[in-house]
T-cell receptor
Framework: AQSVTQPDIHITVSEGASLELRCNYS??????LFWYVQSPGQGLQLLLK??????LVQGIKGFEAEFKRSQSSFNLRKPSVHWSDAAEYFC??????????????FGKGTHLIIQP | GAVVSQHPSRVICKSGTSVKIECRSL??????MFWYRQFPKQSLMLMAT?????????EQGVEKDKFLINHASLTLSTLTVTSAHPEDSSFYIC??????????FGSGTRLTVV
């Protein structure tokens, strides 16, 4: 069964500093990889996704992620965070089986706190 | 981009009653929709996969008789929590698969059973 690990439950970053959120997955093949952001009481907004091709993926709000097959990782980065980036971030993996699209498996999330 | 509308956003019901949550894809057809459950400060757990015109596929441990899923059209899936109890209180989120944006999520439904 596939699994997703986000080792950092909380991360505190100063406004303007760089950010990296870690994500490791366990799966036999290359899954489809996603990063979502969730504000309190809200649904999920897609930041970026990786299906194939270039392993460095650009997303919205200045985020990017790099797929590293050898490390089974898909870490999210941002060069300079803003106070509005404070939220919960989820890494997720999915796959397509013979029956069609499967639901996503989510990591436990990383709560990002921005210090002034 | 793809939009998924989920209603209601909040619902409070009495123990023993049933609640229906709707999930609509507004600008695309979704042959497959997914229902997730999220407990406070926890991650999303896939409950079931809803396929248009066929029975839903439930994840292990999810009671299919309690969580009824209907996917009658290419743009609408519903989740009915039957005979709700306080332990069913949670945040329910639907998602639809489209072939451009990937998985698009609804804004979620906060269910409180009193």
């Amino acid at each position: 069964a596939q699994s997703v690990t986000q080792p950092d439950i909380h991360i505190t970053v100063s406004e303007g500093a760089s950010l990296e959120l870690r994500c490791n997955y366990s799966y036999g093949a290359t899954p489809y990889l996603f990063w979502y952001v969730q504000s309190p009481g809200q649904g999920l907004q897609l930041l970026l996704k990786y299906f194939s091709g270039d392993t460095l993926v650009q997303g919205i709000k200045g985020f990017e992620a790099e797929f590293k097959r050898s490390q089974s990782s898909f870490n999210l980065r941002k060069p300079s965070v803003h106070w509005s980036d404070a939220a919960e971030y989820f890494c997720a993996v999915g796959m397509y089986s013979g029956g069609g699209a499967d639901g996503l498996t989510f990591g436990k999330g990383t709560h990002l706190i921005i210090q002034p | 981009g793809a939009v998924v509308s989920q209603h209601p956003s909040r619902v409070i019901c009495k123990s023993g009653t049933s609640v229906k949550i709707e999930c609509r894809s507004l600008d695309f057809q979704a042959t497959t929709m997914f229902w997730y459950r999220q407990f406070p400060k926890q991650s999303l757990m896939l409950m079931a996969t809803s396929n248009e015109g066929s029975k839903a596929t439930y994840e292990q441990g999810v009671e299919k008789d309690k969580f009824l899923i209907n996917h009658a059209s290419l743009t609408l899936s519903t989740l009915t929590v039957t005979s709700a109890h306080p332990e069913d209180s949670s945040f329910y989120i639907c998602s639809a698969r489209d072939y451009i944006y990937g998985y698009t999520f609804g804004s979620g439904t906060r269910l409180t059973v009193v």
